[in-house]
């Protein structure tokens, strides 16, 4: 199959490769696949299978992502690939995230036609979503870099299992990520997603610190990671970490892939968890997969009204001035980007 020679990778004896992308540093023989099973090593050198390899492409609200804060009301020309660095046995896009490439039919989409595509359909922002970004990091810099002399944004929908000095190789092109955070205990990674918590909570700190937008979602999967206990945990760490500003989305979960035998999350522990969340100083609290309710409003921390009132991806009131204050008493409510009035959007796909 097709295959391009990866940049994120360090060359060993006996013809071994060390990928770098991510911190598993998979260390292969000739022949062997890494645990993404997208990156193979070709006679002691690591080619990507997947590079310009699109599963799906589509025009999103870049409130699906979810973003709440960057580039309010915009659409977002949304691309994805194959494969994982995780294995969550959960995964809504499982039928594209835990597939090997030749196992999956794509089609080949250059940098130079993912950016004309987005300008074509008047997308501001390029996504990288659906499966993981982080192990299609070749594609992603090469994208950000035609995206940027184009005046487009990038966006990365993630799980953060990203190796640091990968992050820096590319954060400069990245403007906004939401961060999966999927439990905040590592028995949970390690039983459940095959990974480790520390990389990606040290990954998310340095996101923030590289002037990326960053947002987190947690997943809230009933009797595995909705303790109040790891909750608060969590929110403590999101509030030193990440600061009182940073939007945070708490998710239902819906049975699928490997979990169907689970029932969906309660309303009243997605509630509870927002209750935490404000409880331990965030600002932004959000519930998400629960159309309708509340918790998708933001709410001006100065007087408490609601500044943007959302139905699920759409924004149905705004109630914030041009420098994003709230128009009942000036509280300024740390967004990136203006406000779009897109109107009514009907989803489509175009791959």
């Keep these: 199959m097709p295959a391009r020679e990866a940049r994120f990778y360090e060359t060993l004896e006996g013809g071994l490769v060390r990928c770098t992308i991510c911190p598993r540093r998979c260390v292969l023989k000739p022949g062997q696949r890494g645990f993404c099973g997208t990156r193979e090593n070709r006679n002691g050198r690591l080619y990507s299978l997947i590079y310009a390899e699109v599963s799906a492409s589509a025009v999103d609200p870049i409130e699906k992502k979810p973003l709440f804060h960057f580039e309010p009301g915009s659409l977002t020309f949304s691309i994805s690939s ?46 990288i979503t659906y499966n993981e970004p982080i ?14 002399r184009e005046g487009l944004e990038v966006v990365l929908v993630t799980n953060g299992y990203i190796a640091l000095e990968a992050l820096d190789a590319v954060a400069s092109l990245i403007d906004a990520a939401n961060v999966d955070v999927k439990a905040f205990r590592d028995d949970f990674y390690r039983r459940y997603c095959k990974g480790d918590l520390e990389s990606v909570l040290q990954a998310v700190v340095a996101m923030k610190e590289k002037g990326i937008h960053v947002e987190t979602t947690n997943l809230i999967i009933p009797d595995l990671n909705d303790s109040e206990e790891e909750l608060r945990d969590f929110c403590r760490w999101h509030y030193e970490n990440l600061g009182p500003d940073t939007p945070i989305h708490f998710s239902r979960f819906f049975p699928c892939y490997k979990m169907l035998f689970k029932q969906p999350t309660p309303v009243s522990t997605l509630r509870k968890a927002q209750e935490i969340a404000l409880e331990a100083g965030l600002r932004y609290v959000y519930v998400g997969n629960l159309p309708g309710n509340p918790g998708e409003h933001t709410y001006c921390p100065g007087c408490g009204r609601p500044v943007i009132k959302r139905m699920g991806f759409e924004i149905v009131e705004w109630r914030l001035d041009e420098h994003m ?21 009907t989803p489509f796909l175009i791959y």
């Design 135 to 148: 192990i299609w990091l070749e594609f992603v810099e090469d994208v950000g870099k035609l995206a940027k």
């Design 82 to 127: 194959v494969g994982c660095n995780f294995k969550c046995p959960w995964c809504q896009n499982y039928h594209i995230s835990h597939v090997r490439p030749e196992d999956y039919r794509t089609v080949h989409m250059e940098p130079e036609e993912v950016v004309r595509l987005a300008k074509q359909y008047g997308c501001p922002s390029i996504s």
């Design 325 to 345: 204050r709230c128009t009942d008493c000036g509280t300024r409510i740390p967004i990136r980007g203006r406000y779009h009035r897109r109107g009514s959007w």
